[in-house]
Each structure stands twice: as C-alpha cells, then as structure tokens.
C-alpha cells in the first residue's frame, strides 16, 4: 500500500510520519502530484495559519490536486480546517471540500482558555474511521478556530459549545485533533483509515 503524506509549509509531518512507522507503513513524505494521484491513501496533516497556507497551496496548484483526488484522503487539525469553504483565520477562502465555514472560538468565561488544548472526548462518532469505538473516548487537541456542526460532521467534542470533531464526505476524512498524538485511540483511527 502506498500512503502519502502532503509536504507543504506547515508542521507536525514529522510526528504523523512517526505515527504511521509505528504502525509498521513507510509513507512518503512529498508535493509531487504524480505520487500524491498514484497512492493509494494521502493525509494531508498541518499545524499553522489558513490564510498562509492557502496562499502556498494556491501558488503551487496544490488546492485544485486536493480537489480532485479520489482515493481516501485524511485532513488532520489545519488539514481539516482548509478543507472546508471558508475561514475566519485570516479571512480566506479554502478548499470548499466540506461546505462548513471555520469560526475562532469566543471565550464566554475565564476558564474556557484558547487555545483548546489537551485532552476531550469525542463522541457520536458515525464514520469508519471510528470503526470499533466506544460511545466517548479522548483524544489531544491544539486549536483556537473550530467547525459548527452539520451535515458532514462525524464526530462531536464539547468545549465552549459542541463543535465537529471529525469531518466525512465521500472519500474525505478530516479530524480537527491529532491522531498521530492520541496514544492507542490516535493509532486506531489511522490503522481504520488505512484499512478503507
């Protein structure tokens, strides 16, 4: 199996790497569009800006080879957020991928910090990425911006008010933590997308 993992300007691809060879998959790391449309799975990982990123991604055509890709594709944390139409982070326009708009979060009370960071459940979980899961199981997240529920949330985290946790459209995964920093949870999912 051939797995792919996004090179472009932004961080944890190191750690989704070691993820990964911990689960015994060599992926390569590349922005080469042949690779990216000849592998049999791409996850597209990030930490950093939208409106940044979206402008690299544009430059380098890499927006419209996100967009037309038709083997599983798994956003993760930023991934995910540029997958959807449109951000507050910079006020951009994104991928347009998952027809959801991304909001910063508004603290309403002193312990609600942001960014939400560290550990929560996720729950309501209705993808195959979460194939054998319990009812609620916790997860690491590092984020100041969030996606509302809707049609194509497929997974529910509660912190400031309930927000999509995970994302699915057709061969579109997306999840707004960090599997490869969720311990066995994290490895159970990337092992579940891999086997799709």
């Known amino acids: 199996m051939k797995v792919a993992i996004i090179k472009y300007n932004a961080g944890n691809i190191r750690s989704v790497d070691y993820a990964l060879r911990r689960l015994g998959v060599e992926a390569v790391v590349t922005a080469d569009e042949a690779v ?8 597209f990982p990030g930490v950093g800006e939208a409106e940044t990123t979206m402008r690299f991604l544009r430059a380098n ?18 991934g995910m957020q540029l997958m959807c139409r449109h951000s507050e982070e910079g006020n951009v326009d994104c991928l347009g991928i998952f027809d959801a708009d991304v909001k910063r979060f508004v ?18 979980t209705n993808s195959a990425l979460f194939k054998g899961f319990a009812d609620e199981e916790f997860v690491y997240f590092v984020h100041s911006y969030y996606v509302p ?3 194509c949330t497929a997974a529910v985290t509660d912190y400031i008010s ?3 946790a995970a994302l699915h459209k057709d061969n579109y995964y997306a ?11 994290g490895e159970r999912i990337l092992q579940n997308f891999l086997t799709l």
């Open 149 to 151: 529920l809707g049609d």
């Open 61 to 78: 055509s890499m927006d419209k080879l996100l967009k037309e890709l038709r083997q599983p594709v798994l956003g993760i944390c930023l």
């Open 36 to 43: 990216l449309r000849a592998a049999d799975k791409v996850i």
């Open 175 to 185: 999840t707004q933590f960090h599997p490869e920093k969720s311990g066995s949870v």
């Open 107 to 124: 603290s309403l009370n002193p312990e609600d910090k942001v960014p939400h960071m560290g550990w929560n459940t996720i729950a309501q």
């Open 162 to 164: 309930p927000f999509s």
